[in-house]
């Protein structure tokens, strides 16, 4: 698949971007594990033009995470604009339009996913930033509004004929946030448009190496994209990567993997701060399958959610540790 001038070679795996998770250090990891391209969390347009701290510091990427994308959301053309030749002076490989965010406090107000009850102003928007900068612009969307409007196959060449170079498709509606299974049938029908020639990433509930490799074999996309999954387990990209050109999975050991989760948290921590370094590593200790089938681990849960300290943190994890490996 080639993005612009950016080849990835064939069925490559991307990280998601995901609000408080893909920082640059996760993306960092990920990239280490495999991923072929990282996003930063999505960066409102309105907070990066008035110039507020913890937004433009989402702009700061580094060389090794190259390839690497900037996502920007909102909902008027002049704020988008101005915003895009901001991230372009950051240099990004691309920079992402996000149309699918399907929260309320981002939809609610018209952009990300409630673009999608306003196509004209999505086009003009899309149009617009493509024109304005000299980077590869591309959009990540969903498949509609609603049940009764999954709009995502003439959307699809309207958006390709603003001149983006991609398009990310989630296989869900906006109302459907992330319920449900994600239905990949049109996403395929996309793909399988001869009007369309620009690269079709597939989104939606990647989970396993296996479910990687389906997706690519019944609905042709050009590459998948990988975002929940990945939350405490950032090793999936080496796992899909490894099963989709060998077959097989050389697993990491428990002991490697609760070595990554406890570089997460020190890297967490060094980044922000302890108190607010724990509560970003939270997420991802909350999710990691890692954990998963420990019997009794109810208690050991919450007193690991409730830790404050990175040496209580540490201590439970290192508890953890001892359990999983003598079972």
């Known amino acids: 698949m080639k993005i612009h001038n950016i080849d990835f070679g064939n069925k490559p795996v991307l990280l998601a971007p995901m609000e408080d998770v893909t920082d640059s250090s996760f993306r960092l990891m990920c990239k280490e594990f495999g991923a072929d391209m990282v996003y930063t969390e999505f960066i409102s347009s309105d907070a990066l033009i008035r110039n507020v701290s913890k937004t433009q510091q989402k702009l700061i990427i580094s060389d090794r995470e190259r390839p690497v994308a900037i996502q920007i959301y909102g909902r008027e053309v002049d704020t988008m604009v101005e915003a895009a030749h901001i991230c372009a002076e950051a240099n990004p490989d691309i920079l992402d339009i996000n149309f699918g965010c399907p929260v309320k406090k981002v939809a609610g107000k018209g952009a990300g996913a409630g673009m999608l009850r306003d196509i004209p102003r999505m086009i003009k928007i899309t149009k617009a930033v493509v024109e304005a900068i000299n980077v590869p612009v591309t959009v990540k969307t969903r498949l509609g509004w609603d049940c009764e409007s999954k709009i995502i196959v003439d959307l699809a060449e309207r958006l390709q004929d603003c001149g983006i170079a991609a ?26 448009n001869i009007r369309m020639h620009i690269p079709i990433i597939g989104n939606g509930d990647i989970t396993t190496p296996q479910i990687a490799k389906d997706k690519f074999d019944k609905y042709g996309v050009d590459a998948i994209m990988v975002g929940r999954a990945s939350i405490g387990c950032p090793w999936i990209f080496k796992e899909i990567k490894e099963f989709l050109s060998t077959g097989n999975i050389s697993e990491l050991s428990v002991k490697d993997k609760m070595s990554i989760l406890r570089r997460q948290l020190q890297e967490s921590v060094e980044r922000i701060d ?34 404050e300290t990175v040496t209580e943190l540490t201590n439970i994890l290192d508890y953890i540790e001892n359990i999983v490996l003598k079972s």
């Not at 869900?172 to 399988?192: C, F, H, N, P």
């Not at 399958?289 to 681990?297: A, E, R, S, V």
């Open 167 to 192: 398009l990310t498709i989630h296989g869900r509606t906006r109302s459907q946030m992330y319920t449900g299974e994600a239905d990949w049938t049109l996403i395929g029908k996309v793909k399988e």
């Open 274 to 307: 302890e108190r607010r370094g724990i509560l970003h590593i939270r997420r991802h200790l909350a999710a990691t399958p890692l954990f998963k089938g420990i019997p009794n681990f109810r208690d050991t849960r919450i007193a690991m959610l409730r830790a």
